[in-house]
């Protein structure tokens, strides 16, 4: 009959790998205790979760009651609008129809126009009733007060709607529209 080898430990000879203190250089402190490192995920968590609901609004009165709706920039192939529709022509060339409520004047939209008309785009601003057909055919989405929108839809040189999105400050977002307008054109 033959014998296995059976190694056994013993304090002479080597460590016993179920002590704790098993590997550890003679004289190092002892591992962390388990409570700290949660402690430590637990205090991140509530920075973090701080963080979001210091940063992160609700949606406003102008607002799509729909946030992940807003200015997604996903172009689409929406309705296709007839040659002339409530008194805009379409058709040749995009389209830029800008919804609002009060006409806008002054400095910053004066900026905006030159930059979102500076490739050819025409722009069309309507100030309206909230029952706008122009409104209702390009498929602008009401904002959370009901009233009338405020922002802006793209219709290409085919009469296709490309994209309709409420956006109460356009105005700062020019680049964005003139990614859009040039992706379309």
């Not at 056994?8 to 460590?15: K, V």
């Not at 209702?136 to 009233?147: E, I, Y």
């Not at 405020?150 to 020019?174: F, H, I, Q």
């Not at 003139?178 to 379309?184: K, P």
Request: glycine share 8%; net charge negative.
């Amino acid at each position: 009959m033959t014998t296995a080898n059976v190694h056994t430990y013993s304090d002479a000879c080597c460590a016993n790998p179920q002590d704790i203190t098993w590997g550890r250089l003679p004289g190092a402190a002892p591992p962390l205790p388990t409570w700290i490192p949660a402690a430590v995920a637990a205090v991140v968590a509530l920075v973090l979760a701080l963080i979001v609901v210091l940063v992160v609004r609700p949606p406003g009165p102008l607002d799509d009651p729909h946030p992940a709706h807003q200015r997604d920039g996903l172009l689409s192939h929406g309705p296709a609008l007839p040659p002339e529709a409530d008194g805009v022509r379409f058709g040749g060339h995009p389209v830029l129809v800008l919804f609002e409520r009060h006409t806008p004047t002054g400095p910053a939209f004066q900026a905006w126009q030159a930059a979102v008309t500076d490739d050819g785009v025409e722009l069309v601003v309507r100030v309206g009733p909230p029952g706008d057909t122009l409104a209702q055919l390009v498929g602008m989405p009401r904002p959370v007060d009901g009233k009338r929108p405020v922002g802006y839809a793209v219709v290409d040189a085919s009469r296709t709607v490309r994209y309709a999105t409420l956006d109460p400050a356009y105005e700062k977002n020019a680049f964005e529209v003139n990614v859009i307008t040039r992706a379309v054109s």
